[in-house]
């Protein structure tokens, strides 16, 4: 591929039974920009359609929120005493061990 200013030149090549034929393409430097910019624009427009599509279509309805959700022991089937017992963490430092050399 070089750039020639305003336009990109491909060279493709293939070869049938003894022959080799080459063929150069040349492309438009803004037709290739404008292609690019229009399919990621098209790409970007789709997510996030598909996003404001899930959100208003999440399922929940106007009597109940998320809150209630999370608490509801139909939605969410841990048992209350989990979230309620919680293990105090022990941060106090292992005891001094004295069988082990210095540089070793």
Same mark, same amino acid.
């Given at each position: 591929m070089q750039s020639n200013g305003k336009v990109f030149s491909f060279l493709f090549s293939h070869s049938f039974r003894s022959k080799i034929y080459i063929r150069r393409?040349?492309?438009?430097?803004?037709?290739?920009?404008?292609?690019?910019?229009?399919?990621v624009l098209v790409?970007?427009?789709?997510?996030?359609?598909?996003?404001?599509?899930?959100?208003?279509?999440?399922?929940?309805?106007?009597e109940q929120n998320?809150?209630?959700a999370f608490i509801n /022991?139909?939605?969410? /089937?841990? /048992?209350?005493?989990?979230?309620?017992?919680q293990n105090p963490i022990d941060y106090s430092r292992p /005891?001094?061990?004295?069988?082990y050399v210095p540089n070793s």
């Open positions: 393409v040349e492309v438009s430097k803004r037709v290739l920009q404008n292609g690019l910019l229009s399919l790409f970007g427009i789709t997510v996030f359609s598909f996003a404001i599509f899930g959100v208003f279509n999440s399922g929940l309805t106007s998320i809150a209630a /022991p139909a939605v969410n /089937p841990l /048992p209350s005493a989990v979230h309620a017992e /005891p001094v061990a004295a069988n």
